[in-house]
């Protein structure tokens, strides 16, 4: 449906910020919301932030109060801007997007937080 190419990820110290990109190309007219979502090693993929084209975002509660879920490029590129970064934050982000019949899933981003 929609291919998703992902940015921003890398290695920075607790306390820092990293700002992550999701950009969607193909059939993004039936797009109706994004999200991020990450996978440490040994866990399961887990929600971070959502949004959709019409309603406001969500966020895990680990994420509530430091990232920042919102949309740009006329709502086919999602932003996630993470601050306070702990270690625990350290996984591979995905991207993906939520269609009107299925989801297609980006490559996914490596971030690592460790002093």
């Known amino acids: 449906q929609v291919q998703l190419v992902e940015s921003g990820g890398g290695l920075v110290q607790p306390g820092g910020s990293l700002r992550l990109s999701c950009s969607a190309s193909?059939?993004?007219?039936?797009?109706?919301?994004m999200g991020w979502y990450r996978q440490a090693p040994g866990k399961q993929r887990e929600m971070v932030a959502t949004?959709?084209?019409?309603?406001?975002?969500n966020y895990s509660d680990s994420a509530k109060d430091r990232f920042t879920i919102s949309w740009a490029n006329a709502k086919t590129t999602v932003n996630l801007q993470m601050n306070n970064l702990k270690p625990e934050d350290t996984a591979v982000y995905y991207c993906?997007?939520?269609?009107?019949?299925?989801?297609?899933w980006g490559q996914g981003t490596q971030v690592t937080v460790v002093a």
């Open positions: 993906r997007a939520d269609q009107y019949f299925g989801y297609d």
């Open positions: 193909g059939r993004v007219f039936s797009i109706y919301g």
């Open positions: 949004l959709t084209t019409t309603g406001p975002a």
